[in-house]
């Protein structure tokens, strides 16, 4: 079944993308359906299964959720 019916993200595409601010991995969290920079301390949003990676739509990790 297709990652993307089930709210999820293409495990293919999590395997290139990289943080735009600080160019390294990123970790997917589902629950939250975000992919999280730990680096960076940012989670960018993922909507309808389309990563937003812009750094301006990031959430701070240290804000409330």
Request: proline residues 8%; charged residues 30%; aromatic residues 4%.
């Amino acid at each position: 079944m297709d990652a993307t019916r089930e709210g999820g993200i293409d495990p293919r595409l999590l395997e290139i993308l990289v943080c735009p601010a600080t160019r390294q991995p990123l970790h997917y969290d589902r629950e939250r359906q975000e992919l999280v920079s730990r680096a960076a301390g940012l989670a960018y949003p993922v909507r309808d299964g389309i990563p937003i990676m812009l750094v301006d739509e990031a959430r701070r990790l240290d804000e409330a959720g």
